[in-house]
């Protein structure tokens, strides 16, 4: 997008599970994108969502205040405040959600809601130096802790879930390996920092066998189990003389599951704009794998930068800035919705 002589000015809140985000938008450009994590979750070994909304209602102001110094705007310089409806958890969607409600109306300033799982697709629409973003249709896998979806993107408000999985998330057993592996919450990452120097064909795991685009990792999460306590009972040390090779086991597996669907879905609509989203598009394999497959199918592939893989709040701004441009407001009874439809 062109920059217009008097850009809209986007502030978007982001708190649909362990992490406060505020960023601040000039059109599809980013002027701020501030992230607090929450630390506190690591000694429970997952979200504890009494928790998660308490940080967030210590994070909410001044990761703010700090995206509105960045940006060099102050609040008068608004045009529309977007915040993230859903889904998530429903303590933490409301103290961003009571935020920017209560921002919208003491300023004055138009309210936009935004479905979390969409703004992760739409996150390939912010202005990024060198990126291209994806023309329509596009497919896309969008992969988080709480999701796995093929979606078919129309245009930016028609977004078709095509394939979704029927119990856990990819992240999810990602996050649930790594417990296995007794690694740190959130154990993805670590899952791929170990997985680089391990070799994938060291161990092989089951695939499910699900119809059409959809996924299931649940039996996986519990093959997984059985084989670590399997091998632990005949050498106590086997995580720790194997866990790169484990690792990269694992991951090899998981992203086999989801590529293969990725695949069927391009060959069967025929669509070649091809994008990843979510946290787990942040992984190398993943990402590997992607790039192997756009050369070998001619598919043009889209990653987003990591800033804006995993939960940002730059992404519920784009989405924002869709639906400001359609004049596609919230109305003053809007409120959070732990399950929020994706329509
Ligand atoms: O999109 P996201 O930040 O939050 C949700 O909307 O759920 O995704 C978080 C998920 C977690 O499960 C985390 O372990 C996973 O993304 N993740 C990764 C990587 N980075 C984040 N999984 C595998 N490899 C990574 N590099
Ligand atoms: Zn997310």
Known sequence: MNQPDNPVIILAIESSCDDTGAAVLAED???????????VHAQYGGVVPELAS?????????????????????????????YTKGPGLLGSLLVGGSFAKGLSL??????????????????????????????????????????????????????????????????????????????????????????????PKAFSFPKPHIEGYNFSFSGFKTAFLNFINNNKSKDHAFVEHN???????VQAKIVNILM????????????????????????????????????????????????????????????GLFKYKKGDFAAINSAPSARYEFK
């Open 243 to 249: 866990l790169q090779d484990i690792c990269a086991s």
């Open 54 to 82: 308490r940080a967030h209602q210590q994070n909410i102001l001044p990761v703010v205040d700090i995206a509105l110094k960045k940006a060099g705007i102050s609040l008068n310089d608004i045009t529309a405040i977007a």
């Open 106 to 199: 003491s300023l004055n300033k138009p309210l936009l809601e935004v479905h979390h799982m969409q703004a992760h697709i739409l996150a390939h629409f912010i202005d990024t130096p060198g990126i291209k973003k994806p023309g329509f249709p596009f497919l896309c896998l969008t992969v988080s802790g709480g999701h796995t979806q093929i979606v078919r993107a129309e245009s930016p408000d028609n977004l078709i879930i095509i394939g979704e999985t029927l119990d856990d998330a990819a992240g999810e057993a990602f996050d649930k390996v790594a417990k296995i592996l007794e690694l740190p919450y959130p154990g993805g990452p670590l899952v791929d920092k170990y997985a680089r120097h391990g070799n």
């Open 29 to 39: 450009k980013i002027l701020a994108n501030v992230v607090a994590g929450q630390a």
């Open 260 to 319: 293969e669907k990725l695949s069927a879905a391009a060959r069967d609509t025929g669509i070649r704009e091809i994008a990843i989203a979510g946290g787990v598009s942040a992984n190398s394999g993943l990402r590997a794998a992607l790039t192997e497959a756009g050369k070998k199918n001619a598919w043009n592939i889209y990653v987003p930068p990591f800033e804006y893989c995993t939960d940002n709040a730059a992404m519920i701004g784009i989405a």
